[in-house]
T-cell receptor, first 116, second 114 residues
Framework: AQKITQTQPGMFVQEKEAVTLDCTYD???????LFWYKQPSSGEMIFLIY????DEQNATEGRYSLNFQKARKSANLVISASQLGDSAMYFC?????????????WGAGTKLIIKP | DSGVTQTPKHLITATGQRVTLRCSPR?????VYWYQQSLDQGLQFLIQ???????AKGNILERFSAQQFPDLHSELNLSSLELGDSALYFC?????????????FGPGTRLTVL
């Protein structure tokens, strides 16, 4: 079974609108971390935001926020007031304990295109 | 700039050849991870080193090997290259490798095997 599911392979959004990128995860651990990364067409992988499983508040970093719903095992990324530069692939990842080591499990990604 | 450096940025070589990719982690980071990303694919974890020791292995082929040196830089060696090895290879670094550790990525090395 997929550990990280990103159900939207691609999305088109009008500039200045808010965007929600979906991510659901599957784990039986109590302690885990959730991460979002951005990969523009230039190729680099940029860390955006982190949410710990014990964090009670949703994480925020500038225009990025993480809508963490633990009971539903979802960790959606919200981008407010989207900009053309937000066009990129977005990856959700979960860090959990596997074989005595914390491993990062990756989703397949969502390609976001912002329309002017 | 993540603070992780990778060289070279681009590499073009022929099938059957051997190449070495180099990575310097962020200052203070002890863990180094290697990933492979083929065209329009997600990230495939290859291997992790922590303070010079191999800590975790992913889907790394036997033709590939890596090491982390005392100064914490790491090298990924790819040998007997095949066309299918063409990909973007990322190095990432983090601290102790705990659940809260964030991996910061280098700019990647784009390998083309002709």
């Amino acid at each position: 079974a997929q550990k990280i599911t990103q159900t939207q392979p691609g999305m088109f959004v009008q500039e200045k609108e808010a965007v929600t990128l979906d991510c659901t995860y599957d784990t039986s651990d109590q302690s885990y971390g959730l991460f979002w990364y951005k990969q523009p067409s230039s190729g680099e992988m940029i860390f955006l935001i982190y949410q710990g499983s014990y964090d009670e508040q949703n994480a925020t970093e500038g225009r990025y926020s993480l809508n963490f719903q633990k009971a539903r095992k979802s960790a959606n990324l919200v981008i407010s007031a989207s900009q053309l530069g937000d066009s990129a692939m977005y990856f959700c990842a979960m860090r959990e304990l596997m074989d005595s080591n914390y491993q990062l499990i990756w989703g397949a990604g969502t390609k976001l295109i912002i329309k002017p | 700039d993540s603070g992780v450096t990778q060289t070279p940025k681009h590499l073009i070589t022929a099938t059957g050849q051997r190449v070495t990719l180099r990575c310097s982690p962020r200052s203070g980071d002890l863990s180094v991870y290697w990933y492979q990303q083929s065209l329009d694919q997600g990230l495939q974890f290859l291997i992790q080193y922590y303070n010079g020791e191999e800590r975790a292995k992913g889907n790394i082929l036997e033709r590939f090997s890596a090491q982390q040196f005392p100064d914490l830089h790491s090298e990924l060696n790819l040998s007997s290259l095949e066309l299918g090895d063409s990909a973007l290879y990322f190095c990432a670094s983090s601290g102790a490798g705990t659940v809260t550790d964030t991996q910061y990525f280098g700019p990647g090395t784009r390998l083309t095997v002709l």
